[in-house]
């Protein structure tokens, strides 16, 4: 299985909710990420786990919020986001330690009310 | 830190024809250059990378490039189709650091 899932693939929400971004793997990967892009931009790293532990962290704002609870899965927690969070939101894996192929999933397309 | 310019940032080439798409780099340590795809509404997938010990690598239609020297890299798309729309993102990355670093992205439109 070489794909990367994640759910929902579409999300519309207010500034005041709560919501979580799923993203799954089974291909054995010990590195994954999380990125935002924007409409005719490249993506934009976010954060990366590296056996499960939080190894990059670009400055991304308090309001987002990883998690690794296992090998195969990471989470992303969004809270009292701003409309300029809006984006599609791309979940990657790859094997850990740099200079690998990262495997994208479809991506969860975000729309902060 | 790393750095990769992508040029041109559109290419429109009538179909049949090829297109080159050229990135430079700008940190000597890094060694692997993938290219990716992203048709609209898609996912980045990867079409061909190219590792620092390599001067150039083909896949049917599509060849990457390296210069180690000049720290660029470019994208040949030879015979081109209609599917061959999209946009294209050079990067480059290194063994020992999980980031690699997008390019701006090149979006080739192909002309029937």
């Known amino acids: 299985d070489t794909e990367v899932t994640q759910t929902p693939k579409h999300l519309v929400m207010g500034m005041t909710n709560k919501k979580s971004l799923k993203c799954e793997q089974h291909?054995?990967?010990?590195?994954m990420y999380w990125y935002k892009q924007k409409a005719k931009k490249p993506p934009e790293l976010m954060f990366v786990y590296s056996y499960e532990k939080l190894s990059i962290n670009e400055s991304v704002p308090s309001r987002f919020s990883p998690e690794c609870p296992n090998s195969s899965l990471l989470n992303l927690h969004l809270h009292a986001l701003q409309p300029e969070d809006s984006a599609l939101y791309l979940c990657a894996s790859s094997p850990p330690g740099g200079g690998y192929e990262q495997y994208f999933g479809p991506g969860t397309r975000l729309t902060v009310t | 830190g790393e750095n990769v310019e992508q040029h041109p940032s559109t290419l429109s080439v009538q179909e049949g024809d090829s297109a080159v798409i050229k990135c430079t780099y700008s940190?000597?340590?890094?060694?692997?250059f993938p290219w990716y795809k992203q048709e609209l509404g898609k996912r980045p997938q990867l079409i061909i990378d190219?590792?620092?010990?390599?001067g150039e690598k083909k896949d049917q239609r599509i060849a990457v490039t390296l210069n180690k020297t000049a720290k660029h890299f470019s994208l040949h798309i030879t015979e081109t189709q209609p599917e061959d729309s999209a946009v294209y993102f050079c990067a480059a990355s290194y063994q020992g650091d999980d980031k690699i670093i997008f390019g701006k992205g090149t979006r080739l439109h192909i002309l029937p």
């Open positions: 291909m054995g990967h010990r590195a």
């Open positions: 190219i590792r620092s010990n390599v």
């Open positions: 940190d000597s340590a890094s060694n692997y």
